[in-house]
Nanobody
Framework: QVQLVESGGGLVQPGGSLRLSCAAS????????VGWFRQAPGQEREGVSCISDDSAYYADSVKGRFTVSRDGAKNTVYLQMNSLKPEDTAVYYC?????????????????????WGQGTQVTVSS
């Protein structure tokens, strides 16, 4: 059974940092392109950062502040978020898609079959 479990969300002040983790079971991340998405209230889900076996993609809004990485030994994907802003507030989801998808495709194309986690809330507020 494929399962993705996110953790690490919470409340942080503007300018602060958080690291999200996504642990997989039932499959290995090395066989998939993976990514982080977010959805704020009243807005569509958007691709934040994705990583394939040879590339990474970042949305313009997070470039230079967020870093995606994965640890094959732990079968876990991370999203390091620095210099957080109130507009980063959203539910963050981890997803796994086909290895043939590039990181950019994974983040931008919505009709690619993906496995999703349940999401973790990130709130940036003073």
């Amino acid at each position: 059974q494929v399962q993705l479990v996110e953790s690490g969300g919470g409340l942080v002040q503007p300018g602060g940092s958080l690291r999200l983790s996504c642990a997989a079971s039932g499959f290995t991340f090395d066989s998939y392109t993976v990514g982080w998405f977010r959805q704020a209230p009243g807005q569509e889900r958007e691709g934040v950062s994705c990583i394939s076996d040879d590339s990474a993609y970042y949305a313009d809004s997070v470039k230079g502040r967020f870093t995606v990485s994965r640890d094959g030994a732990k079968n876990t994907v991370y999203l390091q978020m620095n210099s957080l802003k109130p507009e980063d507030t959203a539910v963050y989801y981890c997803a796994a898609g086909p290895l043939a998808a590039t990181a950019r495709t994974m983040c931008l194309i919505t009709n690619i079959k993906k496995y999703w986690g349940q999401g973790t809330q990130v709130t940036v507020s003073s």
